[in-house]
């Protein structure tokens, strides 16, 4: 199954870019939270979109709570299948976002997505 597009923001491709720094590790929200500086009000509607997209999948924790002392995380990981369009998706971004030759005096924000 190929991914839905998504329409792809400076925050959107922010959390693309950690999942792309390592496809196979999973992530926790939490741990975006603290890498990425979102706010969870911010980073689990992406997650959510993302999800519904087919571009991540997401997996609870099977753990005993009480033996961890805390409870069961969620685990997002790339869909196989969202790997090469989002590293289209974050290299397409990263083109729109480059200064033009040309284009002196001109300022474009810098984006993270290396």
Do not use: C, N
């Not at 979102?38 to 991540?56: C, D, M, N, Q, V």
């Amino acid at each position: 199954m190929q991914p839905h597009p998504i329409r792809i923001t400076v925050a959107v491709a922010t959390v693309l870019r950690m999942f792309l720094d390592d496809v196979a590790q999973p992530r926790y929200g939490y741990e975006l939270m603290q890498v990425t500086g979102f706010p969870s009000g911010k980073l689990y509607p992406i997650l959510a979109r993302l999800e519904a997209a087919g571009w991540l999948h997401r997996e609870r924790e099977i753990i005993d709570a009480s033996l961890v002392g805390r409870p069961p995380r969620y685990w997002y990981k790339l869909t196989e299948h969202s790997i090469a369009p989002a590293r289209h998706e974050l290299a397409a971004l990263r083109q729109q976002m480059t200064p033009a030759t040309g284009t002196a005096g001109r300022t474009h924000p810098e984006v993270g997505l290396a």
